[in-house]
């Protein structure tokens, strides 16, 4: 069974997958988004991977969703889109990658679910930004629209410098996404979700910083989630359509657990450590079964 895996030259997780993928009697090809051709002559569309066709893939498996402009990203999509009309199973789907790296789309999806998320405002006009600043409490977030293990994440309390942050962002053209500040207890909590069960949990603790990343030196420990943020994960993953996911959960003051972000690209390097499992052999071992029912 052949799988192709979209992602970097330099992945840790395409290796782990590799790894994962012999013992299964799996073989993986690495693939390149900026390798994608698409050839459409003589009634026929073909999908090429450099030389590879994408047909010959069973599945393919996104690892990566390199910066771009928007007609690049719009392309991908829309190259991921045209495979899996052709037969091959892609995972995480178009549809749920579009909508998990959207962070306002993916916090709209969350709320018209009914699951609990900060308050949230997006905008594009300075004016805006320092009015929805200001109905937020003076104290937000600020965040790419687009991004990814809490890289370009600021925290903005006073009015000048929200008003530089946000001139400077409104200069650049950017969408202009804020959230309300939720103070914590110093941790959050990621919920690992396969095909409508849960994996397991990690907890991710900051001594310094308020974003709890493992990108950015958290600790992760491994956590059991309670059946109700077991829930909250399953509905997230279902809101986005995600099939693999890593769903984030905050917990406010009260008490009140919200639904903080649904990664489409999971990754499991630290989770795999604290929960010691083998996630890319589970993860492959369900693809396969998927694929072969």
């Known amino acids: 069974m052949h799988i192709g895996i979209l992602a970097s030259s330099e992945s840790w997780y395409f290796r782990d997958l590799t790894r994962a993928a012999t013992p299964l ?3 993986a090809t690495r693939l390149d988004f900026e390798r994608m051709v698409t050839h459409v002559n003589d009634g026929e569309v073909k999908l090429l991977c450099g030389q590879i066709p994408l047909d010959q893939f069973r599945a393919v498996v996104v690892r990566t969703m390199p910066p771009g402009s ?7 999509m829309n190259l991921l889109a045209f495979a899996t009309e052709r037969g091959v199973r892609v995972v995480n789907s178009p549809r749920s990658i579009e909508c998990a790296v959207d962070k306002l789309l993916t916090t709209v999806r969350l709320q018209q679910a009914g699951l609990p998320v900060p308050a949230t405002a997006g905008c594009e006009t300075l004016d ?5 600043f200001a109905k ?3 104290d937000v977030v600020v965040k790419p629209l687009f991004g990814s293990e809490g890289r370009g994440i600021v925290r903005v309390s006073d009015p000048d410098l929200a008003w530089r942050t946000l001139a400077t962002l409104s200069r650049l053209s950017a969408v202009l996404y804020l959230q309300q500040f939720i103070k914590h207890p110093g941790y959050d909590t990621r919920v690992l979700v396969l095909d409508g069960r849960v994996l397991g949990g990690m907890r991710r603790y900051s001594d310094h910083d308020f974003r709890t990343n493992v990108a950015r030196d958290a600790r992760g420990t491994r956590y059991t989630p309670t059946d109700y943020e077991c829930e909250l994960a ?6 986005t359509g995600a099939t ?3 769903i984030d959960l905050l917990e406010d003051e009260t008490g009140q657990t919200l639904v903080i972000e649904v990664n489409a ?3 499991w390097k630290a989770f795999a450590q604290a929960n010691e499992m083998d996630v890319a052999q589970v993860f492959l071992s369900w693809l396969k079964r998927s694929l072969e029912d």
């Open 244 to 246: 693999f996911a890593g």
């Open 234 to 239: 399953l509905r997230a993953a279902k809101a």
């Open 25 to 27: 009697g799996m073989q």
């Open 136 to 138: 937020l409490g003076g």
């Open 70 to 76: 928007l007609e690049q990203v719009v392309y991908r």
């Open 265 to 267: 690209v999971p990754g």
């Open 128 to 132: 805006e930004a320092l009015d929805a």
